[in-house]
């Protein structure tokens, strides 16, 4: 076997070191393989509510922790932006969601630009 052969992904997930912020939890660092930082995502300065803020944080340190750095950066940018921008246009919605546990299936649907057809009651 070559040594690519035996290469595997490393999925731990580095903690953040404490910094300067008062909310350190919605700072996210990933680092290489030597400790080394290599990008940091403060989610507190997003302007979203303090719950769901520390909600994305969590979901993007978990689910991103394997993926490229681009994929980190287009993530954060225009993924997480554009939906905090989205619930903001949403007359209504801005000052109801604090969590995302409050967020619906039809303001999911919404989002993604499904057809509402395709959102049926009950359905996943």
Known sequence: MSAKALQRKD?????????SFAD???????CDE??????????GV?????LMASELALAFRGHLADK???VWDATFGPGIRYWLRFLSEREGWAARIESL???DRALLCEFSGSPMRQCRPGGA
């Open 101 to 103: 546990r409050e967020v």
């Open 68 to 70: 490229s750095p681009s």
């Open 46 to 50: 997003l302007g979203a509510p303090p």
């Open 34 to 43: 030597r400790g080394a930082l290599v990008r940091r995502f403060d989610f």
């Open 11 to 19: 999925y731990r997930i580095a903690l953040s070191r404490p910094s």
């Open 24 to 30: 350190s939890e919605l700072v996210v660092e990933f």
